[in-house]
């Protein structure tokens, strides 16, 4: 090749030198890269197979992703530096190169997401995987959306773009579609916290304020619970995560406190049986557990006894149960012993004058 000729050779700028500079450069990288996707990359895919993690699957894939077009872009792109160019032509060129870059790396990113997304969802089971499901999908895409809104302003603002008004535009914008559906806004926001914090899940018996009943659905606006009365009860997620909630459910024991009240007259030696009376009723019961009974207090119309006990089961049916097979067996055993219940009475004192 003659020097001088290529030197001498001239077409927008640029001589003959640069020009082959540039077409060298391209050859170089595009060979490099295919050698990368072809040989080294399979190879890497080979090993990373053989090892317990994913995470080297996922890299891996996530470079597997990126197709040959983007590569030739960036050869491309280096190439053309070894050229002067015009400052328009520059700039559409580092314009691209911006936009294609953020495309790409925003990309990558989403598969991420996805891949954590995944990975939540394959731990989650139980009656609550559906719910979990269709909470992490919205969390993705609300982290999806994120990454595109970032992005675009991230080229603006590389392009020359003052995106502090554009910011500030989409604040006071975000800030009136904030207060228009603040409502809505609180209850999704609520889901998320219920999904993180699971303070019940679906099957639960929960007590929530004046709110009470199984769960039925966990939506991400309200959850629907199954009332003992039989009907559906509608409560929007924020009054949940506002109240106190009971969990029936994950109690493990049910204790049980009640009184009983004797009538006045009963004799010392009768007050002094009763509690051995309720503590054999009780423990002669497979699924209760006696506490304590004792002599409370002098009520208005009764000797007030306070027994407490615990069932073995936090069902509220099984629990009704043992309450009701404890009251009978009191209640007979008191009819032998004819220990009189009390009841209110009132006794009038009638003067008689003469």
Do not use: C
Not at 10 to 33: D, M, P, Q, S
Not at 70 to 87: G, R, T
Not at 157 to 179: F, P
């Amino acid at each position: 090749m003659d020097y001088q000729k290529l030197t001498s050779f001239e077409l927008w700028g640029n001589n003959g030198e640069n020009y082959f500079k540039a077409l060298v450069i391209l050859a170089v990288l595009t060979a490099a890269f295919k050698i990368f996707q072809v040989i080294i990359l399979k190879r890497l895919s080979q090993i990373s197979k053989k090892t317990p993690t994913d995470i080297d699957d996922l890299l891996i894939s996530l470079v597997k992703d990126v197709k040959p077009p983007f590569y030739f872009f960036i050869s491309l792109y280096v190439s053309l530096k070894f050229l002067e160019l015009v400052a328009i032509v520059e700039k559409i060129i580092n314009a691209v190169f911006i936009i294609v870059i953020a495309y790409q790396v925003i990309l990558i990113l989403q598969r991420t997401v996805d891949y954590a997304a995944e990975k939540i969802i394959n731990r989650t089971k139980g009656k609550n995987r559906e719910k979990d499901k269709e909470v992490i999908g919205l969390i993705s895409k609300i982290f999806k959306i994120s990454l595109w809104a970032a992005g675009v302003l991230l080229v603006l603002s590389n392009l020359g773009v003052n995106v502090s008004s554009v910011v500030a535009g989409l604040g006071i914008g975000g800030i009136a579609i904030a207060l228009a559906v603040q409502n809505i806004l609180g209850d999704v926001f609520a889901s998320f916290s219920i999904f993180i914090d699971k303070p019940f899940e679906i099957g639960d018996y929960i007590v929530a304020g004046k709110e009470s009943g199984a769960v039925q659905k966990i939506g991400i606006k309200t959850t629907r619970l199954k009332t003992l009365q039989g009907e559906e009860l509608v409560v929007p997620n924020k009054d949940l995560t506002d109240a106190r909630i009971q969990n029936f459910k994950r109690m493990e024991k049910r204790r049980v406190v009640f009184t009983l009240g004797v009538v006045y007259g009963t004799s010392a030696e009768k007050l002094g049986k009763i509690p051995t009376i309720v503590k054999e009723i009780i423990s002669g019961i497979d699924s209760a557990e006696f506490s304590r009974a004792h002599f409370s207090r002098y009520g208005d119309f009764s000797l007030d006894y306070e027994v407490v006990y615990f069932v073995d089961s936090p069902k509220y049916e099984e629990y009704m149960d043992v309450q009701q097979e404890v009251n009978l067996a009191i209640y007979k055993k008191f009819a032998e012993e004819k220990i009189e219940f009390a009841y209110p009475t009132q006794t009038i004192n009638l003067k008689r004058e003469t």
